[in-house]
């Protein structure tokens, strides 16, 4: 089966948003498919992925949730975005921010279920805002801000969240990438 190309690229440049970078790590994930790709910003600070190069029968589809992570020593940025297949490509020209790359992103295919609880453990040097987004609808289903080398519990009693299956967005913390100074706790039926 022959996938139509859909690119997606900019640049990069550094915190004084005219150095282009060279070298900087770009992840895009596919989180409605649960793949994801890497490369590398060239010498004068582009980067290209072709969602078409993603595994599977359907490498995209229209609507699928797109998060583009660059990591670079001490600096960072992600975005999000999803799939527009009328547009057929995308480019994005970021400039990256000052510390630790923050951005992590966690797949989780629960199907129908009830979030009821749930604790976020912070070990990295600075606060993390963690968000639960749902897949199927694209929206953010909740939102925790959690201290500096601390614990968030949460509690959404009987009733529980109706959630469908989505994605973790953890931002923030420094000292190491929050995706191994956090532990996040569901529990959901």
Same mark, same amino acid.
């Given at each position: 089966?022959?996938?139509?190309?859909? +690119?997606?690229?900019?640049?990069? %440049?550094?915190?004084? &948003?005219?150095?282009?970078?060279?070298? &900087?790590?770009?992840?895009?994930?596919?989180?409605? %498919?649960?793949? =994801?790709?890497?490369?590398?910003?060239?010498?004068?600070?582009?980067?290209?992925?072709?969602?078409?190069?993603?595994?599977?029968?359907?490498? !995209?589809?229209?609507?699928?949730?797109? !998060?583009?992570?660059?990591?670079?020593?001490?600096?960072?940025?992600?975005?999000?975005?999803?799939?527009?297949?009328?547009?057929?490509?995308?480019? %994005?020209?970021?400039?990256?921010?000052?510390?630790?790359? +923050?951005?992590?992103?966690? =797949?989780?295919?629960?199907?129908?279920?009830?979030?009821?609880?749930? /604790?976020?453990?912070?070990?990295?040097?600075?606060?993390?805002?963690?968000?639960?987004?749902?897949?199927?609808?694209? /929206?953010?289903?909740?939102?925790? =801000?959690? +201290?500096?080398?601390?614990?968030?519990?949460?509690? !959404? @009693?009987?009733?529980?969240?109706?959630?469908?299956?989505?994605?973790?967005?953890?931002?923030? @913390?420094?000292?190491?990438?929050?995706?191994?100074?956090?532990?996040?706790?569901?529990?959901?039926?």
């Amino acid at each position: 089966m022959t996938t139509t190309p859909y +690119p997606i690229g900019g640049t990069v %440049k550094d915190i004084d &948003a005219s150095t282009l970078v060279e070298g &900087a790590t770009v992840i895009v994930k596919n989180a409605t %498919k649960g793949t =994801q790709l890497s490369t590398t910003t060239n010498s004068i600070g582009e980067w290209l992925i072709d969602l078409a190069n993603f595994t599977g029968a359907t490498p !995209y589809a229209d609507n699928d949730v797109i !998060y583009v992570i660059i990591d670079y020593p001490n600096r960072y940025e992600h975005y999000r975005t999803t799939v527009d297949t009328a547009v057929g490509a995308e480019t %994005k020209n970021l400039i990256l921010r000052a510390g630790s790359n +923050p951005a992590s992103t966690s =797949q989780f295919n629960y199907g129908g279920c009830r979030l009821y609880a749930g /604790t976020i453990s912070n070990a990295s040097g600075g606060a993390l805002t963690v968000d639960l987004y749902e897949i199927e609808s694209d /929206t953010r289903k909740c939102r925790f =801000q959690v +201290p500096t080398v601390s614990s968030h519990s949460f509690h !959404y @009693g009987k009733m529980g969240l109706e959630f469908r299956g989505g994605i973790l967005v953890l931002t923030g @913390g420094t000292g190491g990438a929050a995706s191994e100074t956090t532990m996040v706790t569901l529990v959901y039926s």
